[in-house]
């Protein structure tokens, strides 16, 4: 069947001709000053053909818009408008290099949000009106219904709130996707219920986004493919990480706090998280759950061989090895695996209620359990927050991963005092290094930081830690810090090309 | 009748005789090295005969115990065993004078929570065990259930997992309290359901604490009142900032996203929080609630003049004149007044459901919108965070308030940087000091900057916070920071005296 047919076959709502359009076409719906909320979770399920026109459209005439999304996305739209000058602000996340070199020289205004309060403070009417939402879906249903196709995000919400909305159904995604969503809206309070989720499987929506035909302005063909990343093999520092994890988990269990089939998985996204999840191959449970933001394919082996019951998301982020194994069998999957809207899958309540098992990586850590996970070189932005905050302030156990120093032992990733903190000393349970874990839950800042550098520190830095932790408990005070020494060894960093004294 | 005949009535306990017990005698139940759970939540509800025997049986040679409670207490059981070398470790918040010199020396050993975090950390076993609970009682039922007197906090916990439960049944505690309970007590995850909680009134629990009659070791007579503490009358500036609150409130409402009612408010303890409260008497609207920690006077008389529908908190915390005022007539209020655990009135699920307006206390602020709460002096705790982590990471609306300055201007309360941080700039809403409103809802870092030191800073800091921000700005970056500089305040302080350069 050629591409044409599927399309057709996959836009099932009634009287829809009138509402197919040519990518450039529906990109004139967009206007310079509008806010457009896309749908996309990490390279997944993030619309193509149509911000490539806009892009198109902007060149050499720029058409800045408020760009909303729910966390990352491809090329093909953070790239291209980034480049085309077509972003004035963006929220809530983004991983790429244009956007990022943009919005730290200040020409593209970026805020960094916790991932599950886009959608509900959009609603609130904190950010203003959406003018347009452009999704990308596998189908549309007869009555309007979307079904997303890799990931959901925002999309729900932006679906809700937009004006006009622009729907590109992709004929590159698998059909299998269909069936395996699950769309819950909460209301805005006074009148918001209990989100009926008492375990990682439980199916609380509907397998599609509700809108009503009116509201859709466009519907255009795409065919062009997730961008997906190809994961980097587990190095030694990853793989140290992930058994000195293990060993901890285990030690959980035969303490008796931890069922031998876990609490639900959470774990972030990246070559860390990968090799965290692939250490669970050997994992002596068939029981495991995920409750997490992406699935990645050491979650798709999990579930493949049994190890992994039930996994819960809001994104598919397959490498593109992964993608071609797991793709073309993903009905196979659909009575184990949902992907849900990020403000469900990331929501405090749930989150909590499951009790997860949140496991996140860290740009550095200090000597009190306080993380950085978004910014270097005095607020130079890497990513953002991301759904970390959500996971860590509400999980059963937090952890935090990190390798304990980075090029080449010039950056020790255990400082004194973080650059910028978006985890605080309340939130933090537990860091992992390649060379230990610290255990914090019970310890007061002054056993925390013998703690840290005892376990997680580089043995190159150890001394300097514990020469200014000793310095610093000599002053006095619960936390003790020397202030005018507390960020010294960034500046020196950037002065001298390395934390060393 | 007599306190003896008032205490043989409030102990309704079959076969209690055997139980009965001189403050000495059940002080000896407590031992070196033990985990002891008190009941309290700020000067209310704790235990004090107890604590008084055990500090006097300590004179001379130390009972070290690691004491948790709800919250802060008043002197009988922070300062007592303080004094007396009984706390070696304290969890989750204080405000004792001889406690915090001593956490702030090393002598006692104090980690600083969330406070909603505390029932559920100590049920999953993250603490130990808890070997002695000290519970102050209004009365206990037929088969051993606890009324809590004045404050709720994390007693039901420490009954439910305490080796053994001393009850101090205190008869100078209003009998009116009876009713006002609602005690319910989540399960561990996996089996942890949603908590039925869809409005500020929902009582979903019982009035009293379960506890198996067994596990009463003692049962004490207590007639030491709650030390309450006078508050100060509203000064220019806390009322300034109370003002400004309430116009930005105002706004908030003309503009669509909230009702006249507002959503229910959650404010911190202390003189900022009664001033915004005190300010809500002549506000348009006789539907408001409250659902927070802390019940202090001006939220009773609010409830008095019929301008609170319902109050929910984990304490009452009124001044002796609002305890002479209002305890006598408890029952008027019986129907419109719960008292909850602080796992439940601070808890995220609830706290997002219902949508809360979060009103708390900063000690500084940054330019950024990060918020000091707990340390000055590089590490030098002075309460602790209390629930305010709670509060602002999952509120509707998140603010904070501070007084421009302090010291008579030596300290500006915006500065570049935070030289300790507890809440970050992904959690802050709006800034109010008694200069303005920085609301930083849809705002990028550098328009934050500009919007926190045009609304909020003292006019004799500006230059100087702009001077930095210009500096910082032109060396680039999302978030921009001369990292050599950014607490250069907080040492210029410590040298001179005085932030101003």
Known sequence: MSNENVFQQRVRLANAEGKIKTPDEAAKLIEKGMTVGCSGFTPSGYPKAVPQALARRAAGSP???TLWTGASTGPELDGELAKTGCVYKRFPYQTDDTLRKKINSGEILFADLHLSHNAQNLRYGFHGDVDVAVVEAA?????????PTTSVG??????????????EVNTAQPSGLEGLHDIYLPKNPPNRQPIPITAPGDRIGTPYIPCSPQKIAAIVHSEVKDNQRPLAEVDETSHRMALNLLDFLDVEVKSGRLPRSLLPLQSGVGNIANAVLKGLAEWPSDGLTVYTEVIQDAVFELLDKGKIRFASSTALTPSPDGAAKYYPRLKEFADRVVLRPQEISNNPEVIRRLGLI?????????IYGHVNS????GGHILNGIGGSGDFARNAWLTIFLCPAIASGGKISKVVPFCSHIDHTEHDTDVIVTEHGVADLRNLSPRERSSVIIEKCADPQYKEMLNDYR????????????????????HVRLEKNGSMKS
Chains 1, 2 share one sequence.
């Open 358 to 366: 949140a496991m996140n990586t860290a740009v550095e850590v200090d």
């Open 470 to 489: 000793k310095r610093a408990e000599s002053g006095k005070g619960h936390e003790p810090h020397i202030l005018s020494e507390a960020l010294s060894w």
């Open 374 to 377: 978004t910014m270097v070189r």
């Open 139 to 147: 189908a549309i249903t007869e009555d309007g219904g979307i079904i």
């Open 154 to 167: 925002n999309a729900p919400a932006f679906v809700e709130l937009a004006k006009k909305v622009i729907v």
């Open 63 to 65: 058409i800045p818009v």
